[in-house]
């Protein structure tokens, strides 16, 4: 917190002379109170600082597949702005009705003259409509798609950086272990000072230090593959604990809230889009035309100019054999994406009900987990009070302890297990303000 020092905030006046003259007592208090906001504000934004995970989630925007999405989305955004224009006029010159034998004479023959005409083709305005609400359909669905890989790359990461954490606990755990093995030789060769017969067990805690280096040289192997997975995602291996506890959204039960749903409701709309197109088909395109034509005088005719208009209209003649066909598979694409939407919702429905399950399961069992830790904890230490009074061996605390690391081991397993499906839950699901 901030503090003022008391004097400036008493009630006393007096002035404080700078390059502004003398202020007076309020307008200093009003300057403090100016200060003290400028840093409680400066404050805040230092605590609004991205997070480690938050900052790497933030970086997964500059995957190459991201990318990839975004500039799809863009070329169908363009495209829509390009689908109203119409396409480019032509001008034809001509020498008509010329002689064979010599084609520059335009004096000869009354037919002869030389053209130069004009022609835009006009399309109808309701089919290129169609095809602009068709592009910017395809846009979204590439946005979507965008989205859709944002959460699977997360989920990819978050994955990730929970297998390192629970390697990483893991080894924590197994190094515990072998501490422990150490102290218990430690007791043993006392023991055998003693002349107690003991030198079988040296031989079974030598068995199992060696399982326990396997274990440890397994898990180095599987921290090295979930490195590559990161520097895959991220171009970079970051720290190993940096991972807080992910948790699982809650599904309300709505369908668009569903990436996969509202994937597929965006085909659906780029469907019925290209129905539109196949029904703007059936009506007729346009064009314009305007000809000048100019004939030379003759020996025994004058020279002419003049103009010629025209106005085309294109009849759908043959729409039976050509667009209704097209029109009618169309149409079907229609119901194809229609059932695809439902698919992918009970894909998704199944997906997360499973996610779900996963995730209580392993809420359960850490809570179980910890519950007999505690009461191996308490046997530890009752037993090493008996130890310290001289009732009861070392192995005898060592025991209970080593079963405490088998646990930690479990819990390391099982954390990761509901962070993964936390975020398995979470890919399913359109974030925010998306």
């Known amino acids: ?25 309020g307008r200093r208090y009003l300057y403090v109170l100016l200060l003290m906001l400028y840093l409680a ?25 991201v990318r990839m999405n975004e500039s799809i989305a863009r070329k169908w955004s363009i495209n829509s702005d390009g689908a109203l224009g119409l396409p480019n006029p032509s001008i034809t010159i001509g020498l008509n009705n010329v002689p064979a034998d010599d084609p520059l004479n335009l004096e000869r023959y009354l037919p002869s003259n030389r053209s130069l005409e004009f022609k835009q083709a006009i399309p109808n305005g309701d089919a290129r409509e169609a095809v602009r609400r068709t592009h910017l359909a395809r846009s979204e669905v590439a946005k979507l798609e965008r989205l859709k890989v944002l959460a699977k790359l997360k989920e990819r990461l978050i994955t990730a950086l929970a297998e390192r954490r629970r ?18 030789e430690h007791w043993l060769r006392g023991e055998m000072e003693g002349g107690n017969s003991v030198y079988a067990r040296f031989d079974e805690l030598d068995v199992q230090r060696g399982r326990i280096e396997e274990r440890l040289v397994a898990l180095d192997g599987e921290d090295l593959r979930w490195q590559a997975e990161l ?11 940096i991972l807080p506890d992910i948790e699982p959204r809650e599904w309300t039960g709505n369908a668009s809230e569903l990436l996969a749903v509202r994937g597929a409701q965006r085909k659906l709309e780029v469907a019925r889009s290209r129905v539109n197109e196949k029904k703007a088909a059936l009506s007729p395109d346009y064009a314009l ?3 000048w034509q100019q004939r030379e005088s003759g020996s025994n005719f004058d020279g002419q ?19 209704r066909p097209r029109l009618i598979a169309a149409e079907e694409a229609v119901t194809s994406a229609t059932a695809e939407r439902e698919h992918r919702l009970r894909e998704a429905r199944g997906k997360y009900d499973d996610a779900m399950a996963d995730y209580r399961t392993s809420d359960n069992l850490l809570r179980a987990l910890s519950r007999r830790n505690g009461r191996l904890s308490e046997l530890e230490a009752a037993n090493r009070r008996r130890y310290e009074a001289g009732d009861g061996s ?16 479990d819990k390391a397993k099982q954390r990761a297990a509901r962070t993964i499906s936390a975020a398995r839950i979470n890919a399913l699901l359109v974030e925010d303000g998306s």
């Open 1 to 25: 917190m901030y503090s003022v020092n008391a004097a400036l905030l008493s009630r006393k006046s007096y002035s404080i002379s700078g390059p502004y003259g003398s202020l007076s007592s």
């Open 41 to 65: 504000v400066d404050h805040t934004a230092a605590s609004a600082e991205l997070t480690p995970l938050e900052a790497m989630v933030d970086r997964l925007h500059e995957h190459p597949e």
């Open 167 to 184: 390697i990483a606990e893991s080894k924590e755990a197994l190094n515990g272990q072998l501490d422990l093995i150490s102290d218990l």
């Open 231 to 241: 520097r895959e995602l991220l171009d970079t291996v970051p720290d190993q604990n």
């Open 289 to 291: 035309g305007m000809a």
């Open 305 to 323: 100019d003049w103009l010629t208009f025209k106005f085309t209209v294109s009849i759908p003649f043959w729409a039976d054999s050509n667009q």
């Open 394 to 409: 070392l192995e005898d605390v060592i025991r209970p302890a080593i079963q405490r690391t088998e646990i930690a081991l």
